[in-house]
């Protein structure tokens, strides 16, 4: 799932560090990878990052931007950098996590989660993306407990309410698991992820309709989950499942 679209919680923080021109640039890049601009982000971290090659926060955006293009070898390239830098930089190992979960190297995901919240024992998402990875691994009351956990820190972070949708559905809760995801599209609208999600739960309780709308909603906000759900409707058992 996207999870990180965000990892963001700490960025302020790091970029009250900076006064100068570079994190002008900084701060318009981030908020240009907010909105979803990311060839504009690209640019504003190019360009802070000319103006300051040791700024730790403009090459961190940059790592979140080459994620969402796809290329996540200069995404982790990046987060290596920022991390040179500021060696306690809680937020850069938790985004580098993320990555390396999307690479398929969940111990090492969960090595740099871990790390991410031992710096910052309150960083909401750390917890949910490590409650993900754990997930992937199978470790589902674990997995839950950091996703509690992550809410608890933090009742507006969307992110984790679709991991502990993710996380119940495994469970087979799925009464549980539309709740999270119907609480996810309250506090962020696009998030495609969990109208993706909450279609596939929708399916498998044999709510085809609801699941239909929830489908082509998700591919209205991102056409790239398209040719995911195709392969979920060809691929997955359609035999209804009780809550």
Same mark, same amino acid.
């Given at each position: 799932?996207?999870?990180?679209?965000?990892?963001?919680a700490?960025?302020?923080?790091?970029?009250?560090?900076?006064?100068?021109?570079?994190? /002008?640039? @900084?701060?318009?890049?981030?908020? %240009?990878? *907010?909105?979803?601009d990311? $060839?504009? &982000?690209? !640019?504003?971290?190019? =360009?802070?990052?000319?103006?300051?090659?040791?700024?730790?926060?403009?090459?961190a955006?940059?790592?979140?931007?080459?994620?969402?293009?796809?290329?996540? /070898?200069? @995404?982790?390239?990046?987060?290596? %950098?920022? *991390?040179?830098?500021?060696? $306690?930089? &809680?937020? !850069?190992?938790?985004? =580098?996590?993320?990555?390396?979960?999307l690479?398929?190297?969940?111990?090492?995901?969960?090595?740099?989660?871990?790390?991410?919240?031992?710096?910052?024992? /309150?960083? @909401?998402?750390?917890?949910?993306?490590?409650?993900?990875?754990?997930?992937?691994?199978?470790?589902?009351?674990?997995?839950?407990?950091?996703?509690?956990?992550?809410i608890?820190l933090?009742?507006?972070?969307?992110?984790?309410?679709?991991?502990?949708?993710?996380?119940?559905?495994?469970?087979?809760?799925?009464?549980?698991?539309?709740?999270d995801?119907?609480?996810?599209?309250?506090?962020?609208?696009?998030?495609?992820?969990?109208?993706?999600?909450?279609?596939?739960?929708?399916?498998?309780?044999?709510?085809?309709?609801?699941?239909?709308?929830?489908?082509?909603?998700?591919?209205?906000?991102?056409?790239?989950?398209q040719?995911?759900?195709?392969?979920?409707?060809?691929?997955?058992?359609?035999?209804?499942?009780?809550?």
């Open positions: 799932m996207n999870a990180l679209k965000i990892l963001v700490l960025l302020f923080v790091a970029i009250s560090a900076f006064g100068d021109n570079a994190t /002008n640039y @900084a701060i318009s890049a981030h908020e %240009k990878y *907010i909105r979803g990311m $060839d504009g &982000a690209l !640019a504003d971290c190019n =360009r802070a990052i000319v103006l300051n090659t040791n700024h730790t926060v403009a090459y955006v940059r790592g979140d931007v080459m994620r969402c293009k796809g290329d996540l /070898n200069e @995404a982790v390239a990046d987060f290596n %950098k920022s *991390i040179e830098l500021k060696p $306690d930089y &809680a937020y !850069a190992y938790g985004a =580098r996590g993320y990555v390396k979960e690479r398929g190297n969940l111990d090492g995901a969960l090595a740099d989660c871990n790390k991410a919240i031992m710096l910052d024992t /309150n960083l @909401a998402i750390g917890y949910a993306i490590r409650g993900e990875i754990k997930g992937r691994q199978g470790h589902l009351d674990s997995a839950l407990a950091d996703c509690n956990k992550a608890m933090d009742t507006n972070l969307a992110v984790s309410y679709v991991i502990r949708g993710e996380i119940k559905g495994m469970r087979r809760d799925l009464n549980g698991a539309i709740a995801y119907n609480r996810a599209i309250e506090l962020k609208p696009d998030a495609a992820d969990a109208y993706a999600n909450r279609g596939e739960v929708k399916r498998t309780k044999g709510e085809m309709l609801g699941a239909q709308a929830d489908f082509k909603k998700a591919i209205e906000l991102n056409p790239q989950f040719t995911l759900i195709n392969k979920q409707l060809n691929t997955a058992d359609p035999t209804p499942t009780a809550p």
